[in-house]
């Protein structure tokens, strides 16, 4: 659909909602008076105006900073106009804060990079629609930057411009420039420009990290030591008296912390209902504590710190010990490809698992091409332990769409019920949804089915299309469709 034809459409629908025009002042009272398909659809419109309107900015943004080059010196468009950046010129335009507007011109100058290519076919010709003299010299072939599929796909209004940027940063640029290299990088953007209707921001930067550590396994080494370098802990007097203190954290420790604190306050913030007698005392006593979520994380980092090396695990942390597990995804000769912890999927180095394993010990779970594990069939009513993790390294955490809840906060659903279905307790038969949506799902006409092992499936209690729930970490390689691909990047999953 043409630019300003989809303006104009999501405009008529505004105005149909709300019966014409309307004054600025009186959004309030004609949204409040909205019902609730009308307002979302009231509110989809104005989310989809605002992307047309910032890819406009971000366009321009681009060409303003093209045109306030260091070579341009005071002739340049931000110097002449009193600026001494170009991203200080869309800042003033537009009342951004600067990171938004250095945001907005990276992107575009990223988008124009990719534009420039257009002129030139694959070949190196130039393209057949330029008017050029018959003599004139053939340019050299040049090669589409790898990012040119994400400019793409946010001017076509496939992603949003935070997206973009989210997946341009966290893939980071190609360690080589030879054309293996460049089609893995442009493989692994392509995918994750699909990848971005099913998941958040937050999981578009972790699966993108992800795979930028797959295929540069020597720069996540590089990258580990640094965050491992960069690791500090200050504390300090403010002005008001009040002791503040800051912790910038390296991998291992982030992981720890996260565990420990969700091995404590994982009944506070959603987590499973099926717990023994003794765990569902601490739970409700948990959920009636008037502290904010905030404050008990304090109060159990200060308990950890006083019990120290020799705690006892049960008095700090309840009947849950705090720990968190690395999944490894192993080829068919055994070489490791890539590494991640089971909760929240954050991407570690070889050497990282290595090293865990050498102190805990390692579990094996077998999967198929599509993540789905073998070999550990029907065992009884409820899904095993051992169930639990392969369920865990398959879904990631809860499935529903948009939802965070990494695998530890979740329980295992029958999609086939067990008394109405005859549902067998297999792996392929269940899925991990947080306690919220498990709830939702048995208490407000929601269904879940799934045909054989294809996508699960989400069917809504009103009518509404189903929706596919896509796991939330990927275990198969996203450039796997690179015909042929870069030899060092051909991972199988076994």
Not at 31 to 58: F, K
Not at 202 to 220: F, H, K, N, S
Request: proline share 5%.
């Amino acid at each position: 659909m043409a630019f300003f034809t989809d303006i104009e459409r999501q405009v008529a629908v505004l105005r149909g909602l709300f019966g014409g025009d309307v004054e600025a002042c009186d959004l309030s009272s004609r949204m409040a008076g909205l019902g609730g398909n009308e307002l979302v659809d009231a509110v989809t419109a104005a989310a989809e105006l605002a992307r047309a309107a910032e890819r406009v900015s971000i366009v321009g943004a681009g060409i303003t900073a093209s045109r306030s080059a260091r070579s341009t010196g005071q002739d340049g468009l931000a110097q002449s106009r009193g600026h001494r950046t170009p991203a200080a010129l869309v800042q003033d335009l537009a009342g951004l804060s600067h990171a938004e507007a250095q945001r907005q011109a990276r992107l575009g100058l990223a988008l124009l990079e990719a534009d420039a290519t257009d002129a030139v076919d694959a070949d190196g010709t130039p393209d057949a629609g330029d008017a050029r003299d018959s003599v004139a010299p053939v340019p050299p072939k040049v090669r589409p930057p790898w990012h040119g599929k994400l400019s793409e796909a946010m001017i076509q209004g496939r992603i949003s411009a935070t997206q973009q940027d989210t997946i341009l940063r966290a893939l980071g640029h190609p360690t080589e420039d030879d054309a293996g290299t460049h089609a893995a990088w442009q493989a692994a953007a392509e995918h994750l420009i699909e990848e971005s209707a099913q998941r958040t921001v937050e999981e578009l930067r972790i699966q993108a990290r992800a795979i930028r550590d797959q295929l540069d396994p020597a720069g996540a080494e590089r990258r580990y030591a640094e965050r491992y370098g960069r690791r500090s802990f200050r504390i300090w007097t403010d002005a008001d008296g009040i002791e503040r203190g800051r912790i910038d954290f390296e991998d291992d420790g982030a992981a720890w912390i996260r565990a420990i604190r969700d091995a404590a306050l994982r009944h506070r913030r959603g987590g499973p209902r099926f717990v023994d007698s003794a765990e569902a005392v601490q739970a409700k006593d948990l959920a009636d504590d008037p502290c904010t979520n905030d404050q008990l994380s304090y109060d159990l980092l200060i308990d950890v710190l006083r019990a120290g090396a020799l705690a006892d695990a049960e008095s700090v942390f309840g009947t849950r010990q705090a720990g968190f597990r690395i999944v490894q995804v192993m080829d068919a000769s055994g070489s490791a490809v890539s590494t991640r912890t089971e909760d929240y999927g954050l991407s570690l180095p070889l050497a990282a698992a290595q090293q865990r394993v050498c102190e805990t010990g390692s579990v094996t779970v077998t999967v198929d091409p599509f993540g789905n594990p073998l070999n550990l069939g029907r065992e009884s009513r409820v899904f095993t332990p051992r169930q639990r993790v392969a369920l865990s390294i398959r879904d990631g955490g809860c499935r529903w769409k948009g939802c965070e809840r990494p695998a530890s906060y979740c329980e295992a659903h029958h999609v086939d019920e067990w008394h109405a279905d005859h549902g067998r307790t297999d792996i392929d038969r269940g899925i991990l949804l947080c306690r919220h949506h498990h709830m939702q799902l048995h208490h407000s006409g929601w269904r879940i089915t799934r045909a054989g092992k294809e996508d699960f499936v989400l069917h809504p209690p009103d009518g509404r299309p189903p929706t596919a729930l896509t796991p939330r970490a990927a275990l198969i390689a996203a450039w796997a469709g690179v015909d042929p691909p870069p030899k060092r990047f051909r991972p199988q999953v076994a």
